[in-house]
């Protein structure tokens, strides 16, 4: 089987800085697998995400999409770009449009559907994110987690086989989180790939089938969740790399 993204040590520094953002990154996304990316501010998560639509090229390595080299002219790039979709951590990265409709209608209106398919689209989305009632409003006048919803209808409304989002899930309600993390395992449940960057361990454990843990630009593990967390000596060894000064107790409070 071919996983429907692949990258394979993705190096890359941003320009002017001392040292690499990622350092040889290899990760596989599969088709109906949920992954959760944990690891300290700065470890490259973000960074990794941005890779995997070609918003950032890797200076070294490779990403394939169904098993063929990202090439990254504007039509491979449009390509990777209907076929993976992202949440970034920041909203205000993603929302530019006047208000909320043309927002998420922009991108299946920009893959050239036609109006009634992107209505079709617009409207699943936003009845799945609860934002149809916000649906006219300016999107600079949304509160965090209602702008997190909006930037995720825009995803959806694209119909991606891979799904990222970036944090965006610590900005939302318990009862919205709920509800977007129960959207997102049905996607991975209908054949998507889903993967998450999150601080939150349990929301790990319990939802995600692969957690990967980055460090220092690196992936320091990736294993079931399972394994990972059923395991004393990895828990104690990941502690105090996804759990800060609480890793004693992380022991206790995941298991
Ligand atoms: N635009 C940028 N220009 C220069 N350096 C950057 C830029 N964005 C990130 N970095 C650096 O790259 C490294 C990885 O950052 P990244 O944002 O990928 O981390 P992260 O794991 O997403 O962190 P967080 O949990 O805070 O979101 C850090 O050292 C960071 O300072
Ligand atoms: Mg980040």
Known sequence: MTPILRMEDVHY?????????????????????????????????????LHCNGILRPDRGHIYLAGSPVKYDRKSLMELRREVGIVFQNPDDQLFSA?????????????????????????????????????????HALSGGQKARVALAGV?????????????????????REQILGILHSLAADGKAVMLATHDLALARYWADLV????????L??????????????????GPKVAGAWWRRVGEKVS
Request: net charge negative.
């Open 221 to 238: 593990v990736a294993d079931t969740s399972d394994s990972i967390f059923s395991s004393d000596a990895m828990m104690a060894h990941l």
């Open 156 to 176: 959806l409304a694209m119909e991606p086989s891979v799904i990222i989002v970036d944090e965006v899930i610590a900005s939302l309600d318990p009862w919205m």
């Open 99 to 139: 208000n909320v409709l043309q927002d998420v209608s922009f991108g299946p209106l920009n893959l050239g559907l036609s109006k009634e398919e992107t209505r079709r689209r617009v409207e699943a989305a936003a009845e799945q994110c609860e934002i149809s009632d916000l649906l006219n409003r300016p999107t």
């Open 13 to 49: 520094s941003y320009q002017g800085s001392s040292g690499p953002a990622l350092q040889g990154v290899g990760l596989s996304l599969w088709a109906g697998k949920k992954i959760a990316v944990l690891g300290r501010n700065g470890s490259g998560k973000s960074t990794l995400f």
């Open 212 to 219: 990967v843990v980055m460090e220092d630009g690196r992936v």
